[in-house]
Every structure is written in C-alpha cells, then in structure tokens.
C-alpha cells in the first residue's frame, strides 16, 4: 500500500496560517470521507484532530481545519501557536480493506 | 476515559516470534473495531491490521501478511499481535488503536483511529 503524499516540513511565524497538503488516488481520499489528521509530538502516540475529512473530536481547537478537493486534502491551522510544533499525518480508508497514511510533515513555528 | 495499554515488545531474533497485547478500559471494548498501527524509529506512521469488534473478520497489510495474526479476547477486554517470521523492517513502535465507529461491519470503511495507546518497541536484531 503506497503511502499518501505530504510535504516534508512546513513554517510559520506567530499567529500566522498554514496549510498542510496531502494527496493520494481516486482508492483512497478520492474514494472516501474517511480522511483524517494526527499530530505527533516526539515521543507520544499520534491524537486524532480532524476526522470525516473536516470535523473536529470534542477538544481540539477550532484553529484546525480540513477540507478535500478530488483526491488531495488539506489541513489548515490558523493563528499559529508555539505548541502546534509537531509532525502532522494524514491518512484515510483505501479500497478494500485497508489504511493509508501520509510520510507526515514537520511543522516548525519560527 | 478510554486507556489502551500495550505490552509484549523487546528485542528478537530475525526469524523469531512475538506476541504484543493490549489491555483496554474505559469503554465497551467488544463494541469496537481494533487496529495495531506501527512507527519505525525516525519514520512515519503504517496501519498494520485491523480485526472487527467481533472478531470475524481481519485485515492485514500487504507488508505483514502471512506473518502477522491480528486476535481479540472480547471477555478480558484484551487485543493481540502474533508476529511470526520477524525481520528487521518489522523494527517499530507498535500501537493499539480504537476504531471510531462502533459495531462497523464489512472492511469498516467508515470512521478512523481515534484513540491510540502509548505503544510497545519490537526491535529484531540479532
């Protein structure tokens, strides 16, 4: 299964936006709402921040975003903070049976 | 609140066998879909298998099947990893991970990992 297609680093200062692509093929994020984010701090297991490409889990803050074009999805986080440096994956259902996820992309805020 | 706590990891040879658990409380864990997702030391994140709540129906990554066996022990809330066959790729972080959805039938192929344990380190080295 071949992996999702994200940059590997993005930056941004204080308080600025970013957006974080991820692509893949009409078998996976064309295919299926089922594409979600996670943010890695190092050394802890990955949380879940977006999910059903654009719904936030009770608890995460309305600065992350999601949206889908065709087969690539992006997340955006607004008003950027020292604490959202992290690394951010996305992933999503492919057919059949399986899951994808992204290379992951390291978000440094300056 | 929902915990999952992973177990079993360490250092084998190439070649060798590993059984990883996973104990999980808070929730109504025989309701739930399970996976077991993996992160190799400094690389990303490759979802590894997924077993149904019930236990009918497993699947597997193309990297791990025939090795691997993904099992669940509804009466004591208990997830499990077979790794038979080990080889040095297999060197990673394994995580237990709840599905979404409950009670998702077919391949799941709604909802996401949406609670994640703190993992175990399999490490295959002779």
């Known amino acids: ?110 | 609140q929902v915990q999952l706590v992973e177990s079993g990891g360490g250092v084998v040879q190439p070649g060798r066998s590993l059984r990883l658990s996973c104990g999980a409380s808070g929730f109504s864990f025989s309701s739930y879909a399970m996976h077991w997702v993996r992160q190799a030391p400094g690389k990303g994140l490759e979802w590894v298998a997924l077993i149904l709540y019930d236990g009918s129906i497993e699947y597997y990554a193309d990297s791990v099947k025939g090795r691997f066996t993904i099992s669940r022990d509804n009466s004591r809330n208990t997830l499990y990893l077979q790794m038979n066959s080990l080889r040095g790729e297999d060197t990673a972080m394994y995580y237990c991970v709840r599905h979404s959805t409950p009670y998702c039938g077919g391949d799941c192929n709604w909802g996401t990992f949406d609670h994640w344990g703190q993992g175990t380190l399999a490490t295959v080295s002779s």
């Open chain 1, 1 to 110: 299964q071949s992996a999702l297609t994200q940059p590997a680093s993005v930056s941004g200062s204080p308080g600025q936006s970013i957006t974080i692509s991820c692509t893949g093929t009409t078998s996976d994020i064309g295919g299926s709402n089922s594409v979600s984010w996670y943010q890695q701090h190092p050394g802890k297991a990955p949380k879940l921040m977006i999910f059903d490409v654009s719904r936030r889990p009770s608890g995460v803050s309305d600065r992350f975003s999601g949206s889908k074009s065709g087969s690539t999805a992006s997340l955006t986080i607004s008003g950027l903070q020292a604490e959202d440096e992290a690394t951010y994956y996305c992933s999503s259902y492919k057919n059949p049976g399986s899951r994808v996820f992204g290379g992951g992309t390291r978000l440094t805020v300056l």
